[in-house]
Structure formats: C-alpha cells, structure tokens
C-alpha cells in the first residue's frame, strides 16, 4: 500500500498549501453556521411540538456540520478530470499502480485536506463563543473519530464513483450536480437528519448519506447512543465497500473506453 | 528473441457527428450518429533489444496510438502485442514497471512541486530502493546537467529544462525499454541535441531499447537506424534510412555555387529544383547518368566556385512517400 498513501501524502501536502481559500472558507463557514442557528432558533420558538432534538443538540450539529462541510463538497476529482481533459491521464495508467486505488486515495486527499485545515478554527471558535458542546464522553469522541474516519472513507468511494464515471461523459458536470443535490439534502447538512418526518427515517437510515456526517455527529451527541455506535459505523464501512466494488466495476469496463485526448 | 511483437493491430475510435447549424445541434440531442475511424487498420512490426527506432507518420497516422497501447494505456480492438513477453493491457501494473514513457506535450512531474520531489515520488511508486535511486538520479543529473533545475517548482521551468527533468522521471526505474513520444517537440535547437544526444547514449551505452515518434526528420537521422513509416493506420514503410531512400527515389542532389549570378546550367541529365542567388540545386539521376561524369561535365562547361552532391532531404523522402500513398 506504501505507493498509494505516498501518493496521498503528496497530495495532502499540495492541498494544505491553499490557507488563503482556508481562511475565507472559516470566515463563510461561521457566517453561515449563524445564519443557521438563527433560523432552528427562530424555528424551535414557534413550535410547541416536543422535537426529536434539543435546541442545544441542533446547535452542535450545525457546528460540526459547518467544519466537515467540505467533506461533503465534492465532485468528480478535478485533477483527474483536468488529466482526462489533456491527456496526461495517459501517464496515470504508465505507472504500476492499480488505478482505482490511485484514484481513491486521491480523492482521500482532496476530500480530508480541506477538511483538516477548517476543522480546528471552526470547531474551537464555536466552542468557545457559538454554543458548540463538547463531546458527550470521552468513549463518545473516540467513537466520533474513528466515524470521521469512515465519513472520510465512504466520502471518497463517493467520489471515486464520480471520477471514475468520467470515462463516459468526459465532463461529468451533470452528474456531479444530481449527487451534489442528493447529498445536500440527504446528509443532513441543511436540516439535521433526525428532524426528517418518521415515515422517511427509515429510508434515511437505509441510505449511505446519513454516514457522511449524520452518523458521526449523533455519536458525538450520544444521539445514537454508544451501544449502537458500532452498528452505524458499520452502516457507514458497508457502503463505502458496495461503493468500492461498483466503481471498480465500473472503472474496469471504463478503462477499455478509455480515449487520451489529444497528442 | 524480439522485444516487441505486434501482429494486425487495429484500434478505432468512434467519432459522434453532428450536422452543422441549429438544427444539427438539436437533432443531435435525440440522435446521435457515430462513425468509427480507425486509428490503426492492421499494423505489424517487431523489436530486437537494443534498437532504436524511429516510428514516423504525418498528425493523425496512429503514431501515439501505437505508443499508447504498447505503453499498456488503451486497448487495441483486436491484434497481437506481446512487450517483453507480456500483453501490456492485460498485464499493465507488471508491463509498465519495465518501460518509461515520455510524452513531450505533457508533463509527469507535479507541477507545483520542484522536480526533485516528484523524482521521490516516483521512486517510491516503483518502489526504487534508496541507494539504486540515488545512483541512478546522480547519473541522470549528470548526464542531462540538472543539478541546477532540481529545486525549482516544476511550473516555473522552460520547456527544455522540464524535458529533461521528465527524461529523467521516466528512467529513475532503470526500464530496459523506453518510449518516447515526440521528446523534441518544440525544444530549441540546443536542447533538441541534448536531448538527441541523451537518447544515443542511452541507446548505445546502456543497450536501452528506444522507439521514438516525432515530425522532426533531423531526429531521425542523428538518430535512428530503422525507421517506420506509418500513414492512415498502415504501415508505409520499415527498413533502415539508406532503404526507405531506395525505395522511394534514387536521385542525388547536386549543389552549385556558381561564380555569376545571372549564370545557368544547361545540362540533359538534370532538373533544376530550386535557386537562390549564386545557389543552384540541381536533381539528377545516379543510374542515369554517373556521378563523376556529371560532375566533370558541370564543371568543364560551366564557371563554378563550388560543388557538391547530396541525398534528398529527409522530408522530401517523407513527403514524396505520403504522396505515394495518396494517389
């Protein structure tokens, strides 16, 4: 695996150099999470209705959604759409790597960098002024962890699938904007998962999207409590294998419609 | 035993069509039609270790198409292509840790990162091991004289310079078998015999095999010593230099300085092909009329300052074989 996560790690290394974009993403990011908390607060005022989350609780889940946002925005790897454009995607295939694995931890990288580089002001600036709670226990925040970790994993199978669907539209800006609007909504980012109706809670919790950010931010909580923790992780590491093995599938029809451009 | 077979390749591409105007566009939306071009219609040849080839054609004949499906990158819709006793689509992780490639319109380094960084990278992709790198990169440094390059992003290199660190990138792997795709294109004069003289040396020290593409007629004849001919698909012509000239033409060029200006030849056994001042380029035919006998002749009837006699340019070889083709 060594070349793979060399890869990754030069990758990673390049997209850390982007602190300008980092900086501005906080500043839009707590802006934002504000403008959210205004609405649930104005939202909770008005209903009577006990809520299947506290006000406190959407808080929270505003505010780790606000830093892990860029976990969601995704689309298909940009760098290998800009190979795919000039051809250089012809110099991925002349190395001895497996290419979906190549592919995947690319999309690891661009996916997690951002990430880490928003986390940290994000979380601590809403810890310490905007109402974020800390971690219900400290067995919670370890399972939190090692569910970003499989939030990260299942987010870049997601967009493996993506890249890899490049092989036939080449532009692949349609399908990036249906999986955008899917998990826009579907990951809970706009309106916490849990404040869905009941009839649709059991397609959200059948759906992989729930566990890019759902499902880690109710264990930080303890909103699934920590007994059923490992089964939604589990939830989270069984789809990003069914996503694994279909864009693997899909990547080895691909790879004979392959066209390099140009030259 | 050769190290490239390739038996009746053939690889098509299919190609959408849209009729011009609006209305093409929008019954292109329901319909689309589609006809398939065929980059290569059947080409065979076949590579002893240790040659260096030059693999020739005009924009569009399957030069890189070749190139890419011995590289292992696209797969041919059907024919025979063994490399170094592997098919490279089928066995393509295994095949490509024993060949460097080199495409010259684009790059293999990471752009924003300084040369040297990419090099590791690779290394650790081929999984190189420290101190055979090491060797292998201070040979290379000091062959192409990248010591300078080494820590500059890669963004910010000239073309030549980037060249050379991308000749590099691909042979830090110590592959036996190299491609280079158009190395020359668009390099100075200075760099382009550089990179020619690399590539020689590559091929006659170290007994690298080498097959080259390019446009540029004075690659092929500083450096290789069988070329390919290749046109719409199809191979024109294989053999060393001296053979394709046979092949084609047998005349001789025979340059005149002549001592006046408004001076002219007159002679039954040659055509005039171009003049510029004092300059006369005359074609005549070597198993017309003998060299020698020709010479003595201009030379006694006509008031010249110098002469002397050569083979038609390499391009004009080139162009007069396309012609062949085309008619």
Sequence with gaps: ???????????????????????????????????????????????????????????????????????????????????IDTGSVAYELARPLDLYTLWFFRALASRTAPVVLRIVPVLLFAGLLLGLQPPDSPLCALLWVVSTAAAAFLSAALSTLLTVSLLWTLAGEGINRMMFGLIWFLSGIVIPLPLFPDWLQPVLNFLPFRGLLDTPFRIYMNHIPTDRALLAIGHQLAWTVVFVILGRAILGVGKRRLVVQGG | MPQIVVENLVKKFRVAERAPGMWGALRGVVRRRYRDVYALGGVSFSLEPGELVGYIGPNGAGKSTTVKILAGILVPDSGRCEVLGRVPWKQRVEHVRRIGVVFGQRTQLWWDLPAIESFELLRDVYRVDRSRYREKLDELVALLNLQPLLDVPVRQLSLGQRMRCDLTASLLHSPPLLFLDEPTIGLDAVTKLAVRDFVKKLNRERGVTVILTTHDMDDIEALCDRVVVIGEGKILCDGTLEELRTRVTTERWLTVDLLDENGSIEDPDVDVVSREGHRVRLRFDPERVSTADLVARIAANHPIHDLFVENPPIEEIIARLYGERDS
Excluded: C, H, N
Aim: aromatic residues 16%.
């Design chain 1, 1 to 83: 695996m060594k070349p793979y996560w060399v890869v990754f790690g030069a990758r990673f290394r390049a997209l850390l150099q982007y602190r300008a974009a980092a900086l501005a993403g906080v500043g839009t990011q707590l802006f934002w999470g504000v403008v959210r908390m205004m609405i649930f607060a104005a939202f909770y005022r008005s209903s009577t209705a006990p809520q299947p989350m506290t006000y406190p609780e959407v808080v929270t889940y505003i505010w780790l959604g606000q830093a892990m946002l860029l976990l969601v925005i995704f689309r298909a790897d940009p760098d290998v759409k800009t190979m």
